[in-house]
Nanobody
């Protein structure tokens, strides 16, 4: 059974930084691709960043230059480094992992989700 556990959310002032972590167990497909999504109240869940094992990354336009996604396969963990946070970054952030090889190659959201961690940016 795939389990994703997110850590690192919290309250931060505008301009501040946070690092989210997602520990993965029960699958090795996470070695090949992982993603972070977020959902703000009243909004649809949106892709924040995705990384593949070949180093390829994609980011939402709204976070380019401020957020960085990284994988540590030795720890089966994916990170989201968030800098220069803004109030519009406030959302629940979800870790997303593939369940099989077909999902790894797809652009759509993967099949496994974490429980989410709240990030609030406010002064």
């Amino acid at each position: 059974q795939v389990q994703l556990m997110e850590f690192g959310g919290g309250l931060v002032q505008p301009g501040g930084s946070l690092r989210l972590s997602c520990a993965v167990s029960g699958t090795t497909f996470s070695f090949f691709a992982m993603a972070w999504y977020r959902q703000a109240p009243g909004n649809q869940r949106e892709l924040v960043a995705r990384i593949r094992s070949n180093g390829n990354t994609i980011y939402a336009d709204s976070v380019k230059g401020r957020f960085t996604i990284a994988m540590d396969n030795a720890k089966n963990t994916v990170y989201l480094h968030m800098n220069n946070l803004m109030p519009e970054d406030t959302a629940v952030y979800y870790c997303n992992a593939p369940q099989n090889a077909r999902e790894v190659a797809a652009d759509a959201p993967f099949g496994s989700w974490g429980q989410g961690t709240q990030v609030t940016v406010s002064s």
